[in-house]
Structure formats: structure tokens, C-alpha cells
């Protein structure tokens, strides 16, 4: 797992991200330091469902499968959001390591359409900041 369920008492910022129907994120690269905890203030602004999923390129390609075995099934778990059009909601997670983690919309065929992000992990500088 890429990062594990934040603290909202933790949180240090808000980061916006909109799903639309072209099948994008925006943004679609975010920068986040190793151990913080955000916000993820995500909106649907498209006219049919999407998602945001966190996790590693495997988790999120084998969550992507099971979707598609069982279309209607609901995202269920910390690290992930389901929105019809129009709705707004939100994801506090904690990101754990330097390094990446992935984020898809796992609706049938939105992943594989090129709606992917991608969370930067930066290590803590050495005085904590």
C-alpha cells in the first residue's frame, strides 16, 4: 500500500483534484513530502461516475480487474472515493516513504483510458521541514 489512512486532526493541507470526462485528473502530478498528511478535496465534474483510487501501479491494475468482473461493485476502503456527477468528497491519507504512488479512476475502462496520476513522494529534509 502506497501511504495509509491519514489523521484528519494531522492534515497540513488540502490539495483540489478534479475527475472530468475526458478521463483526467487534474492535476495530475502532485508533490507531497514523505510523512504528511493531506487532504484530497476531489470533485466529479463530469456527467457520468469516476473514481480516485491510491495505491501502488499493481494494486491499482489488479482493483481495476475485479471492477470489471463485477460492474456496480462500490470502492470500499480508506484510500479510495466514488463519485456520481457533480459530487464532491474527500480522501485524508498519509504518505509513509519517499518515492511514488499511483492514482486511477478504476471505473471500467477509465484507467485504461489514460486516467492516471501519479503522487511524488519527496524524503523530509534533515531539520524536519
Do not use: Y
Amino acid at each position: 500500500m502506497a501511504g495509509k489512512l491519514g489523521d484528519p486532526a494531522k492534515v497540513s493541507r488540502t490539495i483540489e483534484v478534479t475527475m472530468d470526462d475526458a478521463k483526467q485528473f487534474t492535476p495530475d502530478k502532485i508533490s507531497v513530502k514523505a510523512g504528511e498528511t493531506v487532504r484530497l478535496f476531489v470533485k466529479n465534474a463530469g456527467k457520468t461516475p469516476h473514481a480516485m483510487a491510491i495505491g501502488t501501479s499493481d494494486e491499482l491494475k489488479e482493483h481495476a480487474e475485479m471492477m470489471r468482473k463485477l460492474p456496480g461493485m462500490q470502492h470500499a476502503g480508506p484510500s479510495m472515493i466514488t463519485l456520481k456527477a457533480g459530487q464532491r468528497g474527500g480522501i485524508v491519507w498519509q504518505f509513509d516513504k519517499p518515492g511514488t504512488a499511483d492514482f486511477a479512476c478504476l471505473v471500467p475502462g477509465h484507467m485504461e483510458a489514460g486516467m492516471t496520476g501519479r503522487f511524488f513522494i519527496e524524503p523530509l529534509a534533515k531539520n524536519g521541514n
